[in-house]
């Protein structure tokens, strides 16, 4: 339930960046959300969130490769790149991910929650260790 908790603020943390780089840059939302690469973000939050990993891993990747704007939302993307590959037996991806997130955005970190998962934990502090 915390994760899921979790990743609801995550997907309206989000919105609101969306919404903040709309009236920063004096774009309405909608040219916004016309961006493909944060539409493919929001795609594969929503995926992740109903356990579509599949979905979820391709439409991250679509968003990165598309170019996110936000520092944050790159780093939010690889994060939860890196939870689908723990999850999926995929340690050296997951690994590779967190490197990325951290690259991307220099004061990423998981939650407490986050961090204290199984799966994913274990490769974050050891990533984090090296830094």
Not at 47 to 57: C, F, M, N, R, S
Not at 99 to 128: C, K, M, N, S
Request: proline share 3%.
């Amino acid at each position: 339930m915390r994760a899921r908790t979790a990743l609801r603020r995550t997907i309206g943390a989000v919105a609101l960046s969306l919404v903040m780089a709309a009236c920063a840059t004096q774009q309405g939302l909608s040219d916004v959300m016309q961006r493909p690469a944060e539409r493919a973000l929001l795609a594969g939050l929503r995926a992740y969130e109903d356990g579509q990993y599949g979905d979820a891993e391709r439409e991250l990747q679509r968003a990165i490769a598309t170019g996110l704007v936000s520092a944050k939302d790159r780093a939010n993307a690889h994060k939860h790149l890196a939870f689908v590959f723990c999850t999926s037996n995929r340690g050296s991806e997951c690994d590779r991910e967190f490197r990325q997130a951290i690259a991307a955005d220099p004061e990423f970190a998981l939650t407490r929650a986050e961090a204290g998962h199984p799966l994913w934990g274990p490769v974050y502090r050891r990533v984090t260790a090296s830094r």
